[in-house]
């Protein structure tokens, strides 16, 4: 059952959501955040392993995202000491809890590219 009354989020500069499902786009919705997740589903990676997984993304745009998920608490940043200065990211056991969902979401997405080529098949 989804609630009606409104719940702040502490984490988005007091964003008001009117449902869970509004939270959870707020959190991870947008282009890159979902595909940044996927990559770190089962490893760790290091900034330029992440850019190079995700064509397209500009280097600015990776690291607004990664801030904002490492804010919100989904992916760690470790920085080594050391020079150059190494950082690598991972999913954190709360980011962790989102797999299942953008596993369901890769599942519909595979659904749904076969009924579109079916739909094709089928236009005469």
């Known amino acids: 059952m989804v609630t009606k009354e409104r719940t ?3 984490h988005s500069n007091n964003q008001e959501y009117s449902c869970p499902v509004e939270a959870t786009l ?3 919705g947008g282009k890159w955040k979902p595909l940044i997740l996927w990559q770190l589903k089962e490893e760790t990676l290091r900034y330029n392993a992440l850019q190079q ?3 397209g993304i500009s280097p600015r745009m990776l ?4 801030r ?3 804010k919100d608490g989904l992916v ?3 920085m080594y000491p050391e020079i150059p200065p190494r950082v690598e990211y991972s999913l954190t056991d709360f980011g962790k809890t989102i797999i299942p969902v953008l596993e369901s979401l890769a599942q ?3 659904e ?5 080529k079916n739909n094709k098949c089928n236009i005469k």
Do not use: S
């Not at 690291?63 to 990664?66: D, G, H, R, W």
């Not at 749904?112 to 579109?116: E, N, S």
């Open 8 to 10: 702040k989020d502490t």
């Open 26 to 28: 707020g959190v991870i």
């Open 53 to 55: 997984t995700l064509p």
């Open 63 to 66: 690291t607004k995202q990664l």
């Open 68 to 70: 904002e998920l490492e």
């Open 76 to 78: 760690n940043r470790y």
């Open 108 to 110: 519909w997405g595979i």
């Open 112 to 116: 749904f590219i076969d009924q579109r």
